[in-house]
């Protein structure tokens, strides 16, 4: 192990973990550094002036100098600021940057907080630029009262999360032609909370490359951290080409891939969400390709909702079984591939609310809709699990109650026809949808904003589609995947 590994491991074991959790501190393994750090054109500039935001204990910036020193012939000089807000990592990161290789380099250590001090540099010192900015930045949600939000506002960043605030700062604090790499969450691909990021770094770089590691696991597995991660190599200033699409299965790199992928399978022109899909293999997907899946929801005349019941927001009214005065409650677990268990027996999750006012403005009426559940896991057979709510499962009642977990399929808030509503369930269920999903989504949540930038067959397939899975005794995902192959 290197030494920096060993000195990154006894640190961390020594910060307590309310610190970590505080700060969204996660720090890099030298081997995801090295690959970092590797992504770097070190040619471009002859002075070489680099970032490294949250440096934690210096990781990031040892291996840049190493590539550095192994790589560049005419590199005359190395200037490195580094950021850390944390005093106990600040002190280990000052003795780690006497490494040799800082005999290429004068190095600064900055004290305090990035977002401070980066947007005091853009608002007050524009001399201070970089060539470079190699980042793992903090994982944390940002209040939008918060202080953080209005200093980002106050530059024109509006970003939720630390990791894309670290990102978009330094992002605008590139000189043109400059290069940033960063490992950050995969969640940035798509949903609306991080459109103003993906509009921002679309608008002012060109994406060079993007690297999926498809285990979730193996990343920052000495602290503990669930998280599906891709690495992004951007320029600042650069006329956007092709992009480079390469996958491992974790940091060891073993079964490194690459291929070169056009620009218009990342970022649909036509895409106003901008969502940024990662295409997983080189197969061209039917889903992505076919002249048939080319139908909006508003073309079908459907809408998708989340649903409206937040049950702590309501637990007055919750009913673990179904009474004279209630009315069905749908929870993730109610919900089977081919049919709706309720009530469920023996559940955590109530059955029932009980009816009142404020209870009748959350309902549905009666009727049949196709439902998704909002949440999965990367490792589940598929991302998108939908299921046809049938209206003879809960006899005479005046409504029904969807949960927040739930994404409902519906139209003008009303039921949909029985044959719509398993033609939706079945596509959607597709091993080709899923993989259509997984290209842009690359964390565990399901939003209706995903399944509203979809595209869909059109209201006839969908209708013969529902008719022929109606029609079947039982529906695997074999049978699913068979038919839908030989219709689109």
């Not at 969640?187 to 459109?195: A, E, Q, T």
């Not at 650069?238 to 491992?248: D, L, T, Y």
């Not at 969502?275 to 080189?282: A, C, M, R, Y």
């Not at 009727?367 to 896991?377: H, T």
Request: neutral net charge.
């Amino acid at each position: 192990m290197l030494a920096i590994d060993e000195i990154r491991l006894a640190v961390a074991r020594e910060t307590p973990e309310e610190t970590k959790a505080g700060l969204g501190q996660y720090m890099t393994p030298y081997v995801t550094a090295d690959f970092l750090a590797s992504m770097f054109d070190f040619e471009k500039f002859q002075t070489c002036k680099l970032l490294d935001p949250g440096a934690g204990i210096g990781s990031l910036t040892i291996a840049f100098l190493r590539k550095a020193a192994s790589r560049t012939k005419h590199l005359c000089n190395v200037r490195v600021t580094a950021c850390e807000i944390d005093s106990r990592m600040r002190a280990q990161l000052e003795k780690n940057l006497s490494f040799p290789e800082k005999a290429l380099a004068s190095a600064k250590v900055i004290e305090g907080d990035f977002i401070e001090t980066a947007v005091d540099w853009l608002q007050f010192a524009p001399n201070v630029r970089f060539t470079h900015a190699i980042i793992n930045p903090p994982y944390k949600k940002i209040s939008s009262s918060s202080r953080h939000r209005k200093l980002l506002r106050a530059v024109d960043i509006e970003a939720g999360n630390l990791y894309s605030a670290f990102v978009a700062l330094a992002l605008q604090l590139l000189q043109p032609r400059g290069e940033l790499v960063a490992i950050i969450p995969r969640s940035f691909c798509n949903g609306p909370y991080y459109k103003p990021f993906r509009e921002l770094l679309l608008s002012c770089s060109a994406i060079r490359q993007i690297h999926l590691y498809h285990s979730r696991t193996q990343m920052f597995k000495d602290d503990q951290v669930l998280q599906e991660n891709v690495v992004i190599k951007l320029e600042r200033d650069a006329r956007q080409g092709n992009v480079i699409i390469s996958s491992s299965s974790d940091d060891s790199l073993g079964d490194y891939a690459e291929r070169s992928v056009p620009f218009s399978e990342i970022v649909h022109g036509s895409d106003v969400e901008k969502f940024i899909h990662i295409p997983v293999s080189d197969e061209v997907n039917e889903v992505n390709s076919s002249s048939l899946v080319c139908h909006t929801l508003e073309d079908l005349g459907l809408k998708v909702s989340t649903g409206p019941v937040v049950d702590f927001r309501v637990k007055e009214y919750l009913s673990m079984m179904p009474t004279k005065n209630s009315v069905p409650l749908l929870y993730p677990v109610h919900l089977g591939f081919e049919n709706t268990e309720w009530p469920k027996l023996n559940s955590k999750k109530s059955n029932a609310l009980l009816m009142d006012e404020k209870i009748q403005k959350l309902l549905y009426p009666l009727g049949y809709y196709c439902v998704v559940k909002r949440f999965s896991s990367k490792e589940e057979k598929r991302r998108i699990t939908a299921s046809v709510i049938n209206p003879d499962t809960f006899g005479n009642v005046p409504g029904l109650g969807f949960e927040n977990h739930l994404n409902v399929f519906h139209s003008q808030k009303s039921g949909i026809p029985k044959q719509l509503a398993y033609g939706l369930a079945v596509f959607l269920n597709s091993s080709v949808v899923d993989q259509y999903f997984r290209s842009f989504n690359g964390h565990t949540q399901v939003n209706a904003t995903d399944l509203k930038q979809m595209h869909y067959p059109n209201r006839d397939f969908l209708m013969q589609l529902g008719q022929w899975a109606i029609q079947q005794k039982t529906l695997t995902q074999e049978a699913i995947d068979s038919h839908i192959g030989g219709l689109i």
